[in-house]
C-alpha cells in the first residue's frame, strides 16, 4: 500500500526531459509512494539484505535484491532497472520504503520521528523537500546492529569451491528425431564451410582489395569483351596473348596416314621424312610464301548466282559421294 505520512518528493514533471540522475531517482521514489505493491521475502532468514518478489499494481511480478543500502547497490530483473542506468527502480524504492516502515514499526526509537529522520538524513531544498542523502554512514552505524546478513565481500573467502555435476540423460524418441534433423543440416554446413572456408575471403594484412559487381565486374568485362574483335579487346600490358581454344591433336599425322592413306610428313618429291617448322595462319604471310614458290592461284572471279547462263553452270550431281567410306578404308 502507498505510504501517505512520507514526505513530499520533489519530483519531475513527466514532460519535463530535461532531468538529471537525481531528478530521475525521485521520480521512481514517487511512484513508489503512489503506486501499491506487494512484497514478499524470498529469505526469511534475512529480513533485510535478501531477495524480494515484488508484484505490481499492473499485475507483474518481478524479482529484486537489496545488498548494500550505504552504497545503493541493488538489483531488479525489469526492464527499467537495466536501461536507465540509475542502480535503482520503482520496485527496489518500494522495497526500501517497505523496510524503512518496518524497522520504524519494530523500534520506533532507532530512526526517531519522521520529521527527525528527513532533517538528519536528507537534504532538503528551499521547499522543505528531499533533494539528496546525507550522513549515511552515521544511519549505517545505526542500523549496523540489526543486519542479519553479510555482504558478499565479507563472505567470498569462506564460500567452497565450485562443483559441477553433469547428469546424462537419454532423449525421447521425439527429441532424437528432432537431434537428427538438425545434426543433417549441421553437418551439410560443416563441409560447405570447410571446401569453402570464409578466411579465404580475408584479404593479407596490409592488403587492399577492391570489389567489383554488376556492370564492374570481371564476369561482365569477360562477357563484354567476348564479342568484340581481337584488336579492340583490351589487354594488361605485358601479358601474352591467350592459348588457342583448342589445342591440335598430337596423332594427327596419324589420323591423316589411316583416313587418306597419306603421310603428311614425307616429302612428295624425294620421299625423305618432313618436320614441322611452324605453323603460319596469317592469310598475308601465306600468299607471300606461295607466291614466291610460284605456287600462288589468284581466286577466281566473283561466280554468277545460279541460273544466270553466264561462264559456270551448275547441275546437280547425285552420284557422288562427298565423304570418304571410312568403314572401308580403316577396314583395308
Request: a neutral charge; glycine letters at 6%.
Amino acid at each position: 500500500m502507498p505510504n501517505q505520512a512520507s514526505p513530499e518528493i520533489a519530483a519531475p514533471s513527466p514532460h519535463n526531459w530535461r532531468t538529471t540522475d537525481e531528478d530521475e531517482i525521485n521520480r521512481h521514489r514517487a511512484r513508489a509512494r503512489t503506486e501499491e505493491f506487494r512484497i514478499s521475502n524470498t529469505d526469511a532468514r534475512h529480513p533485510i539484505f535478501s531477495n524480494f518478489r515484488v508484484r505490481s499494481g499492473s499485475g507483474l511480478t518481478y524479482s529484486g535484491e537489496v545488498r548494500d543500502v550505504r552504497q545503493r547497490q541493488f538489483a531488479c530483473d525489469c526492464v527499467d532497472f537495466r536501461i536507465n542506468g540509475l542502480g535503482t527502480c520503482k520496485q527496489v524504492e518500494a522495497v526500501l520504503l517497505q523496510l524503512q516502515v518496518r524497522l520504524d514499526f519494530l523500534n520506533p526509537s532507532l530512526l526517531g520521528s519522521l520529521f527527525r529522520f528527513n532533517r538528519e538524513y536528507y537534504d532538503l531544498d528551499d521547499r522543505g523537500r528531499p533533494a539528496g542523502y546525507r550522513n549515511l554512514d552515521k544511519l549505517h552505524e545505526r542500523i549496523k546492529p540489526h543486519m542479519l546478513r553479510r555482504r558478499k565481500a565479507d563472505v567470498e573467502t569462506e564460500l567452497p569451491e565450485r562443483s559441477d555435476r553433469n547428469f546424462f540423460v537419454p532423449l525421447s524418441a521425439e527429441q532424437q528425431g528432432e537431434y537428427e534433423a538438425h545434426e543433417h543440416v549441421v553437418a551439410q554446413l560443416a563441409t560447405l564451410a570447410k571446401r569453402h572456408p570464409l578466411t579465404q575471403h580475408i584479404p593479407d594484412k596490409g592488403a587492399q582489395m577492391v570489389r567489383y559487381y554488376g556492370w564492374y565486374s570481371n564476369k561482365m568485362r569477360g562477357v563484354r569483351q567476348r564479342w568484340l574483335p581481337p584488336e579492340l579487346v583490351v589487354r594488361r600490358p605485358g601479358l601474352s596473348p591467350p592459348p588457342p581454344l583448342k589445342l591440335p591433336s598430337k596423332g594427327w599425322r596419324d589420323l591423316i596416314l589411316r583416313v587418306w592413306h597419306v603421310d603428311p610428313l614425307r616429302c612428295p618429291v624425294c620421299q625423305g621424312p618432313m618436320r614441322v617448322i611452324a605453323v603460319i595462319d596469317d592469310p598475308r604471310a601465306v600468299e607471300k610464301i606461295l607466291r614466291h614458290l610460284g605456287a600462288w592461284h589468284d581466286p577466281p572471279a566473283e561466280l554468277s548466282p545460279p541460273g544466270d547462263g553466264g561462264a559456270y553452270t551448275y547441275e546437280p550431281c547425285d552420284d557422288a559421294d562427298h565423304t570418304p567410306d571410312y568403314e572401308n578404308v580403316l577396314t583395308d
